[in-house]
């Protein structure tokens, strides 16, 4: 966690930028393409459910029911299978579904219309939805998730509750489900070119930004070097504009400060020349005076008192060039409040 995050800091401003801006973008654009494509589907799969629904009401509505015990799976010569494989066959091609069962309370299949078992295995659908078929009212139906073939086709299947010993299941083709998948492929590609056009405004965007923080910088740099003559960049926003001119500002007291220790430094030098003429002759003199061997202490004098006006004038100097120190009191706020009232009365 630490090494990632002196990473995420040892990153230029312009990287940060179009990092941020992309995983923003990108969560948003997939969130919203994902949310899309399970709210489609779940739409349709709804719609399945309910004509599945219908579909099921529909078959039962002209059945007898009281030849359902009768039922014996896989007899062909049976007159209740007969009667109820020709009544669910007329619905299922008037209705455009292709197979259907007849189950009893124990999900055995008692009868089977349409492809083989085999083919499209409706045991697996009643395997999987077992507890929700048997919690079924009469009257009441329930619609499968759906289920793909080894054919690849799309279907689900529907349970409708005939009565408390008998349910019907019918097989409904889920096509445009495989049309609604190809949503999602179509959502992550478009995510991807959102993802592109992502990068770019993320780029541009932090070149916009970045170049005049880069033209700052670069001004700053020009400061450092004693170059107070360089012009202050003036940046389009108003946040880097007070920057600007912040450190325009600091360039011209920078500038005045510095021409002001030249002329200190120019008076100094035209200060320092005098007394050191003065020291010059009085050295001449008292090496004539030693030759001579005669000695005058005035001199020395003279030269000390030369020698104190350098040592000031250094001194005034150095003050000049710290900052002055603060140097706190302890003061009486009334009587300074008092004194200020007698101050503005005047």
Wanted: charged fraction near 25%; glycine fraction near 6%.
């Amino acid at each position: 966690m630490v090494t990632l995050r002196k990473r995420i800091q040892n990153l230029s401003l312009r990287t940060r930028i179009i990092t941020i801006f992309v995983v923003i973008v990108l969560l948003v654009v997939f969130a919203l393409s994902r949310i899309a494509y399970l709210t489609v589907r779940e739409i349709y799969l709804n719609q399945m459910a309910d004509q599945v629904d219908l579909l099921s009401r529909t078959i039962t509505s002209d059945l007898n029911t009281s030849y359902l015990d009768l039922l014996v799976f896989g007899a062909s010569d049976v007159q209740a299978n007969l009667y109820y494989r020709e009544k669910i066959s007329d619905r299922l091609l008037q209705s455009g579904l292709e197979e259907a069962v007849i189950l009893n309370k124990n999900m055995t299949i008692k009868l089977h219309i349409g492809h083989s078992l085999e083919a499209f295995q409706p045991l697996a659908a009643i395997t999987l939805n077992r507890q929700e078929i048997e919690n079924l009212k009469a009257g009441e139906s329930f619609s499968s998730r759906p289920f793909k073939s080894g054919e690849g086709s799309w279907y689900l299947w529907g349970f409708y509750r005939i009565n408390s010993d008998y349910f019907l299941g019918i097989r409904e083709q889920a096509s445009r489900l495989a049309r609604v998948d190809e949503l999602s492929r179509i959502f992550w590609l478009v995510g991807s070119g959102a993802l592109l056009i992502t990068l770019l405004a993320g780029w541009i965007m932090a070149r916009m930004i970045s170049r005049p923080v880069d033209h700052l910088i670069s001004f700053s740099r020009e400061l450092g070097k004693g170059n107070f003559d360089v012009p202050a960049p003036q940046p389009a926003t108003n946040e880097l504009q007070v920057l600007s001119s912040a450190m325009d500002k600091m360039r011209t007291d920078l500038s005045a400060r510095n021409r002001e220790k030249e002329e200190m430094l120019a008076q100094i030098a035209h200060e320092l020349r005098n007394p050191l003429g003065g020291i010059e002759l009085l050295v001449g003199l008292i090496k004539e005076d030693l030759s001579k061997g005669n000695m005058d202490l005035s001199y020395t004098e003279k030269i000390q008192g030369e020698l104190g006006k350098l040592k000031n004038l250094v001194n005034e100097y150095l003050h000049y060039s710290k900052p002055v120190q603060t140097r706190p009191e302890m003061v009486n706020l009334k009587d300074l409040l008092e004194e200020i009232r007698l101050s503005l009365n005047r």
